[in-house]
């Protein structure tokens, strides 16, 4: 018998490697004049190609928001939706759909997941990125999940880094402000010979909650201040035959006052740890990347009057391997596969858990077809086991195995782009995306389904498909460019608690469920530009049409709603100016009446919310080439205002001093 | 090599717009590296420099502007702008051969039977050797007419708008020499004498041809190439 000689994986990189090179986004972008990306298909593209709908939030842009966090920033990106709940508590989805802990939107730093999978949210204030360390931020709106996998089914939102290897950013800042708001703020890069490359990061914060009044439950004793401490450690290792090894470590603790997905005020305290490893190899298999990395999540809720403070902790850990590379000159293909282990336990102080593993396999492929025509179309399928082990309760003496759940699903993304001519663009997407019950979910589920001694679990993933047509106009003559979209999205399998539980999970009818479908149809307008080089604009406007369709009986439909809480209409705009050392930019927001969930008792309450418009703005000053001072304000010219069922928003001021090189 | 150029340590803060400096005729000595003798010519404002305008004026203008906008015609491929030779010094940054290198010489190729297309030529060597390289690396830049290419080395060639019947030439050369050749000029894709089309108008247009680059022994990083379009 023939014996056929092995190697490892990563020592065949290291024969065939030639010249790896990671994404060095500001090279891209000083060639194209536009921002690079992956977010859209995992192999590179520049952002006006790619075939999905998506905005990237330039470094530039990020600095002259006058935002102290990613979703002030986000708040003024055209689609998306924030609701603020508290100072430091926000909520962000895209094309509404959002509620307290949103469970739609994917949030990831350089592709590693930071969205939480223990209740399907993600605790923004707890996340380990400081401003000055962003070299942009992709939002890509609609499913995304062939690509990201399961619960990118209202978008993406893809955090991107400065690369220690290529930018050689150090930035610092201090920021003093209204809500006794102090901040510190830094990154620093250094670069040890020619083949080390490291980014430090690191930054506090601490204000008080606003002083505005609650009309929600609360649990426990509400915190005199938030505060949050995040470092994140980077490392780029130019390895021999020019393979690229990344190391990163990050920690973060965030203490704050939030509205909990049960629509509730309470105390929590976030503490995070993640290491990761990537490889990298430009390969003559193509570029080929290989990531492995774990999140530790510990999170600590103040509940009842006593103060009670039980733990939840949550350990993902995930295994990509994927490799993009080219057939022929108009083919592109890109193969990736995925292993993810994930469990919560214990809860509340018992000793039961819940955890999942799942195995994913990819593919997608980019043809173009003609020099003006490409097609680019994805396939996943993710194949999930839950299992769980239920706790001991007032009705059970002893631990038992809850009910197993398996999950298989496809998702997909295509898009036909044409570039009708030099100026239009008009693109062609259809999506499906998957969001799977989270952990805290099937846990309860199978608690539920114990108390009726059925063994089977009936509850299956919400699954979102989208089509929309996208045109896009560059007017050089005034150096604007507009798109304009209309989209259609069906939710089916809606789950009852949204991202909450209910306050008897284990009792009879209080199982999360399956309680039908809903639709939503938008309008998107968009325009921005710049004129004489000295002024930036944006206008942009969204009207959309939800539906919710719910069936009575299949269990509780009271506590997720989107039809109403989701504004018909949202209107944003932006102007910037620049005159040697001054920079000015103001950002309205305006929507339309709304509501809200309020918890009131066992039951929600849906609440009106008035229409509003908000105001942000910041001047700055360069003092030096390297210092800049600026004050920002938001919500300007509102002492406070309703924007969410929760607390209303208090206006805040602040003082940054900025240094940077 | 051809005609000597200077060579010129590239001047902080003069980057991506640094052209914006150019909107006045000004001298510049220059020297040759290898023949070490100084000349002299006057630079003048390429195409594409930015006009200046304050608010106020441009407020007039803006409606007129608005006007027109809807039916303004994409700009046609003309001469070579200082966005295209950007957009070329950019592009040599994924190229493998000249990763961590601190210099680079370009041969700038005009077609020797027309003037213009030399003095053409020159002012295009005098924006290269302006900007900087990748990676900060300096640029040196030599005319060369296609008529006289032969046995020079050059990391990279930019070719002027060329006839057909150098196309030979040029090719052979590229092929010969085993050096990228870019152009802004769409005809060099047919013609097969470009490695690169770098093209800086309405967007920007790169296009890599992939046999000749094989040919050339030209690797681009994956990166690069995935981001470009293929011939």
Known sequence: MSKIPTLPFAALLLLSAANAQSMDYGSIEQLFGEPATTSATGSPQRATEVAANMTIVTRDEIARSGARDIPGILRHVAGVDVLQWANDNFDVSARGYNQAYSARTLVLIDGRQVYVDSFGFTPWSALPVELGAIRQIEVVKGPNAALFGFNAVAGVINIITNNPRYDDVTTASLRYGSQNMAEASGAMRFALGQDVFLRLSAGYRSDKSFGTSNPLPVDGVPRPKNDRTSVDADAVFRLPADIELELEASHTQANQNEVSGGYKLQTSEYGTNSVLARLLADSGWGLVRLTGYSNWFAWTRAVGAGNVAPKLMNQVTVIQAEDAFSVTPNHTIRLAAEYRHNEVGPRDGSDGWVAFDAGSASAMWNWQIFPDLSWTSALRFDSVSYDSKLAKSSTRQTSIAGAPLQIDQWSFNAGLVWNATASDTLRLIASRGVQLPNLVQVWDAAAGQAEVSDPTLRLRPSSVTNVEVLWNRHFTAINARMQVGVFHQETTDVISTGSGTVDVPGSPGMAPANVGSSQATGLEIGWNGQLFATWTWSVSYRFELINDNYVKGTGRTDLVNYEDTTPQHVAKAGLGWTSGPWEANAYMHFQSESAGLRRFGPGRLLVPIQPFTSIDARLAYRLTDQFLLAISGQDLFNAQQQQTSGPNVERQFFVTLAFDM | ?231
């Open chain 2, 1 to 231: 090599m051809g005609e000597p150029f200077f060579f010129h340590r590239y001047a902080a803060g003069t980057g991506w717009y640094g052209l914006n400096v150019l909107t006045r005729p000004i001298v510049r000595e220059s020297r040759s590296p290898e023949a070490g003798r100084t000349t002299e010519h006057k630079e003048t404002t390429l195409p594409g420099g930015k006009p200046h305008a304050t608010p106020r004026r441009g407020l007039a203008l803006l409606s007129a502007v608005l006007v027109c906008v809807v039916l303004a015609p994409p700009l046609a491929a003309a001469d070579v702008s200082p966005a295209d030779l950007n957009a070329a010094v950019r592009s040599l940054g994924f190229l493998s051969s000249l990763q961590n290198r601190s210099s680079i010489v370009i041969g700038v190729v005009y077609n020797g039977a027309d003037p213009a297309s030399k003095a053409q030529a020159a002012r295009a060597a005098a924006e290269l050797v302006r900007l900087a390289g990748p990676r900060s690396a300096t640029i040196a830049a030599f005319v060369v007419a296609a008529q006289d290419l032969g046995s020079q080395h050059y990391d990279a060639i930019y070719l002027m708008g060329l006839p057909a019947e150098t196309s030979r030439a040029v090719s052979d050369f590229v092929r010969r020499q085993g050096v990228v050749s870019v152009s802004y000029d769409p005809a060099c894709l047919e013609m097969q004498t470009c490695v690169l089309l770098v093209q800086a108008r309405t967007s920007m247009s790169v296009v890599l041809d992939t046999a000749l680059a094989k040919a050339a022994g030209a690797k681009f990083s994956t990166v690069f190439t995935m981001l470009v379009k293929r011939k």
